[in-house]
């Protein structure tokens, strides 16, 4: 039982070029999340995925997108990579969106460098 | 402007005392209150939560409280152990989940 899966782990990019964190799931969760981590900022809701076909903005969505590609896997895509967007990404899930089942599971991280 | 704040950057305790680690927060409209715990290279873990009807919610060694009418949150850490080391964030949810910055606590042994 794997739980979050995220690929890469590290990531170098230089400023303008494109690509996709993958984030996988295998405990059969309803919701998925991306979020960022920075230095004093804690985490904060990129974007996120109630259900399987549907996503929604978070806090911080501005130079994102993402794919909710079947139930377990929830990709995040930077189509023109700026520096403002280095930092550490977390990819999240849990059995529900709402109310007490609100715990969620988190993956290991992606750290990215924008250079 | 952040919705949940947690002040003290850093804390160290003695193994076997208490940890107490804060946290505050504005929005009223919060339904649940979650801790999470995070080692270095990892992703945060989950550790304790409360509904915003609890004042109190016990796990073994760890506890938080509410204060709502104070809008603060804590969580108490009896007795602290070295493996506790790490950092600490607390959360709330109305919706989605909003975090703290984080408490790094360091437990001597």
């Known amino acids: 039982n794997a739980g979050v899966t995220q690929t890469p782990k590290f990531q170098v990019l230089k400023t303008g070029q494109s690509m996709t964190l993958q984030c996988a799931q295998d405990?059969?969760?309803?919701?998925m999340y991306w979020y960022r981590q920075d230095p004093g900022m804690g985490l904060r809701l990129i974007y996120y995925?109630?259900?399987?076909?549907?996503?929604d903005k978070g806090e911080v969505p501005n130079g994102y997108n993402v794919s909710r590609l079947n139930k377990r896997e929830f990709s995040l895509r930077l189509e023109s990579a700026a520096p403002s967007q280095t930092s550490v990404y977390f990819c999240?899930?849990?059995?529900?969106?709402?109310?007490?089942?609100?715990?969620?599971?988190f993956g290991p991280g992606t750290r990215l460098t924008v250079t | 402007d952040q919705q949940v704040k947690q002040n003290s950057p850093s804390l160290s305790v003695q193994e076997g005392r208490i940890s107490i680690l804060n946290c505050d927060y504005t929005?009223?409209?919060?339904?649940?209150f979650l801790w999470y715990k995070k080692y270095p290279a990892e992703g945060p873990t989950f550790l304790i939560s409360?509904?915003?009807?609890?004042d109190k919610n016990e796990d073994g060694r760890f506890t938080v409280f509410l204060n709502k009418s104070a809008k603060h949150l804590s969580l108490h850490i009896v007795p602290s152990q070295p493996g506790d080391s790490a950092v600490y964030f607390c959360?709330?949810?109305?919706?989605?989940?909003?975090f703290g910055t984080g408490t790094r606590l360091t437990v001597i042994p």
């Open positions: 999240a899930s849990s059995e529900a969106s709402t109310g007490a089942a609100y715990e969620q599971y």
């Open positions: 405990m059969n969760h309803n919701s």
């Open positions: 995925s109630a259900s399987e076909g549907t996503t």
């Open positions: 929005n009223s409209m919060f339904d649940y």
């Open positions: 409360i509904s915003s009807i609890k």
């Open positions: 959360a709330a949810s109305e919706d989605n989940l909003f």
